[in-house]
């Protein structure tokens, strides 16, 4: 009655309690099949499918849908009004439609639909992920939903998916009314390479709020209480995006302060170490790509890497990039806001599989 | 020898870095049975039951659950066994009948099998008319009764519950010891119940696990353990009528005559028993006899005689104790 047993392991025990049964496999076959899941499907497309009817249902989404509304809205007004001037010397302008996004009010600046999508939409990812596991936890509904037949993983990969979704879809909504209104509003149409550089910008966006969404799951394993990681996600979502310049020059400061009377040497040695921090810094990846992506005028990303190419910038005859050549020109920052997103999710990930089950 | 309990274990041990939660279980738990696994808060049961699930692994030993390894077929195991954690919760913006749904659907159930199965188990659980409000409006003892729906839609052959009495009224208690009586007599399941609170789970279940301190240190009925862990001796309560003072001690001479008893405490007040000791404890029975006979033979009026089970606490502190003392004599 031990055939189940290796013989090895008797032998190993001085006295055998009574043995156990062998695993209930009779067949060979059987005890080499691995465990399978009792559902048809994947565990987490159960999760997500559930998770992403919450987050449609609830009333963030709402919100959340009305704020980057607004944020994309209040430019495009600014936008729509100087677009036609534009449109009247269109011979001169390389991509009417797309200046929807990139022109905004003349007197700020930062009116821009670009750039505020770009500072809003991070607030998207943080929101449907901060609770995600500790809000499982404080309900108690986390041990009743891992004791039901799925991966534990099931669980993290399902709320990851169900935000990623959701996220696409909120974007791709204010995108497409955005273009919507350009179409109806201006009788612009678009061209194809103006299409393409559009949905090149939906993408990377949506990669860049994804990073945030990862980093919101991370918070949500990390930290006991919803509260907690909320107050944490908000805060630095503020510090990177709105204080990201003066952070940047706080810290070059602490780490290399410029010496009085310091010569060009020096003040160039600081300006590398700023650059430095700033491309390390999520938000400059977007805004550098999206820039990129969206203006055929923009031939470089804002800060050149060497002073040969700030030469050459300065030499330069003004000149349009081609599609490819854009998206040649950011594929280093998207594969970098990639690789911070996974690094994000795998933190987040391996944090909740070495977490005990109980709170 | 060939067990076929639905629930085995085999020196299961799990120890966190300094601390050994469970040491060396050996558990067996049969089919239309139901087990309490008794001990205090931090005594182990919950890491148990984790394991049993395949929630934790196990740092030695073996456990079969509905013949599985659950550390090596989660699965199949957590597909068959339905668990209520202790302090259940549900997602309070939906509805009892939608939080069971989820679970149905995680469970692979079909749509028209699971929509039928979830209305049997709200009815048998009693929340058949509040399944349609959201479960944020439900009591403590309502999610307590959704929890054990919850973990029947999935028809288990195990149920495993976790603290199912705790924060709940006398009365709600009562309900759900009931419900799960009926359960364990309609469909034979083995029942794995964990508890704190002592006397409530005595009623209910047929056999009782005792632990401190990750050990298991007694198992079997409660009158089982009433014997192993007692110390010989039985109780018997008798109630008289009597009139004067004098006849009181003539009763109390009367019945410390009789053979076993080995002490008699007179009532406290006119309308309270008599308590006899009685030694050895087997002889319980002979004496409630020889008291029959002695009033009737002595013209004393009988108001009362019983035999006092012992209670579980008792004998969880004798238990406990007893154990202690083992401890630090091997130590010494």
């Known amino acids: 009655m031990t055939a189940g047993i290796p013989a090895k392991r008797i032998r190993r025990r001085a006295v055998a309690p009574p043995s156990l049964p062998p695993a209930a496999t009779t067949e060979p076959a059987a005890r080499e099949r691995r465990d399978r899941s009792p559902l048809g499907r994947p565990g987490w497309t159960v999760i997500a499918a559930k998770e992403f009817a919450d987050h449609l249902l609830s009333a963030r989404f709402m919100v959340l849908l009305a704020v980057l509304g607004l944020a994309a809205f209040v430019p495009l007004y600014f936008a729509s009004s100087r677009i036609r001037e534009l449109a009247e010397a269109a011979s001169g302008v390389p991509a009417v439609f797309i200046a929807l996004f990139t022109l905004g009010s003349q007197q700020i600046p930062i009116l821009r639909v670009d750039s505020f999508v770009g500072m809003v939409a991070p607030l998207l990812g943080i929101a449907f992920a901060f609770d995600a596991v500790n809000g499982e936890r404080s309900e108690g509904t986390l041990p009743r939903l891992l004791s039901q037949p799925i991966h534990r993983d099931d669980v993290i990969n399902g709320k990851f998916a169900a935000g990623l979704t959701v996220i696409t879809l909120v974007l791709t909504a204010v995108v497409g009314v955005i273009a919507g209104f350009g179409l109806l509003r201006l009788g612009i149409v678009p061209a194809a390479s103006e299409v393409i550089r ?20 991370l918070l949500s394993v990390v930290l006991r ?9 908000f805060g630095v979502w503020i510090l990177v995006t709105v204080f990201g310049g003066l952070l940047v020059g706080l810290i070059a400061g602490i780490v290399a302060p410029l010496p009085a009377g310091g010569g060009p040497d020096d003040v160039l040695a600081s300006a590398g170490l700023q650059q430095l921090i700033t491309r390390l810094l999520p938000s400059t990846l977007y805004q550098e790509a999206a820039l990129v992506l969206l203006d055929p005028s ?3 990303v804002s800060t050149p890497a060497t002073i040969g190419q700030a030469i050459a910038a300065q030499e330069q005859i003004p000149s349009l990039l081609s599609l490819d050549q854009s998206l040649l020109l950011v594929w280093p920052h998207v594969v970098a806001l990639v690789a911070l997103t996974v690094v994000c999710f795998a933190a987040a990930y391996i944090a909740f599989m070495r977490q005990e089950v109980r709170a | 020898m060939a067990t076929t309990a639905p629930i085995v274990t085999r020196g ?9 939660a469970v040491d060396r279980l050996d558990l067996e738990v049969h089919g239309g049975e139901i087990f309490g696994l008794l001990g205090q808060n931090g005594a182990g049961k919950t890491t148990t039951i984790l394991m ?12 079969r659950v509905v013949g599985l390894d659950p550390a090596r077929r989660p699965l199949e195991v957590k597909r068959r066994v339905g668990y209520l954690p202790d302090a259940v919760g549900f997602y309070g913006n939906m509805t009892g009948r939608q939080n069971l749904r989820y679970t149905a659907r995680l469970n692979g159930l079909d749509r028209r099998d699971a929509e039928r199965q979830i209305g049997a188990v709200l009815e048998q659980v009693g929340l058949s008319d509040r399944a349609d409000t959201k479960a944020d409006t439900y009591s403590r003892g309502m999610l307590q009764r959704l929890g054990i729906a919850d973990a029947l839609v999935k028809e288990p052959a195990v149920l495993i519950l976790d603290e199912p009495t705790t924060s709940i009224d006398p009365f709600g208690v009562v309900e759900i010891l009931d419900l799960l009586r009926g359960l364990v007599r309609e469909r034979g399941m083995a029942v794995l119940l964990s508890s704190h609170l002592l006397s409530q789970v005595q009623s209910v279940c047929d056999r009782v696990g005792i632990f ?13 353990l009433a014997t192993t862990f007692g110390d010989d001796t039985s109780h018997v309560e008798v109630g008289l009528e009597l009139g004067a003072p004098a006849e009181a001690e003539r009763a109390a001479a009367i019945l410390a005559g009789i053979d076993g008893v080995t002490s008699v405490a007179p009532p406290a007040s006119a309308a309270d028993v008599w308590r006899l000791d009685v030694q050895p404890a087997a002889e319980g029975g002979r004496v409630r006899q020889a008291v029959l006979a002695a009033c009737a033979a002595n013209g004393l009026t009988l108001t009362s005689l019983r035999a006092i089970v012992p209670s579980l606490d008792e004998i969880y502190r004798r238990a406990v104790v007893r154990s202690r003392v083992g401890a630090g004599t091997e130590a010494a």
């Open chain 1, 198 to 217: 559009i949905v090149a910008w939906l993408f990377l966006t949506i990669v860049y709020v994804s990073l945030w969404l990862a980093f919101g799951l």
């Open chain 1, 298 to 300: 923009v031939t470089q």
């Open chain 1, 225 to 233: 209480r919803a509260a907690t990681s909320a107050l944490i996600g």
């Open chain 2, 12 to 20: 299961l041990t799990k120890r966190y870095e300094t601390l050994t």
């Open chain 2, 212 to 224: 401190a301190a990750g050990r298991l240190i007694g198992q079997g009925s409660v009158e089982d």
């Open chain 2, 52 to 63: 049993l699930l395949g929630l934790t692994e196990p740092t030695e030993g073996k456990a």
